[in-house]
């Protein structure tokens, strides 16, 4: 299952990812099966291998906000007597980033309720408006 994943995405090589989606859809499958009060207990068991996306997202916003904050830091130190009100981060950055936590997918985040709630795109530009 890790190897079809993989080959969906036009990849030759298994990666972590593709080896915890895997997982996690073998888990659900097997949950889905049982009765509701073994699944009950399967489900808190084996949480932590079903939520990995819930804590990618997580994981991405927290890196995100933090990469806003490096911006907004460089522009107060350079002064910067732009009037925008639009702090603006290249998808490529947050990807390089993700990409060193081992998140290679972002399509989830980025149409996560969390990422559209604080967050809008623009192309390959993510933007977040602020309050001078």
Not at 43 to 70: G, H, M, P, Q, W
Not at 105 to 111: G, S
């Amino acid at each position: 299952m890790a190897e079809a994943h993989a080959r969906m995405h036009l990849r030759d090589n298994v990666r972590d990812d593709d080896i915890d989606v895997a997982i996690s859809v073998l888990l659900e499958s097997f949950i889905q099966t049982q009765k509701v009060s073994v699944s009950k207990l399967i489900r808190r068991k084996f949480a932590s291998y079903i939520t990995v996306r819930d804590e990618n997202t997580f994981l991405l916003l927290n890196l995100l906000n933090k990469l806003i904050k490096e911006k907004i830091q460089y522009r107060q130190l350079i002064r910067s007597s732009a009037d925008s009100h639009e702090i603006k981060v290249l998808r490529e950055e947050l990807e390089e980033a993700a990409r060193e936590l081992q998140i290679f997918d972002l399509t989830d985040f980025l149409n996560s309720a969390a990422f559209r709630r604080n967050y809008t795109v623009r192309g390959n530009i993510i933007i977040k408006e602020i309050l001078i």
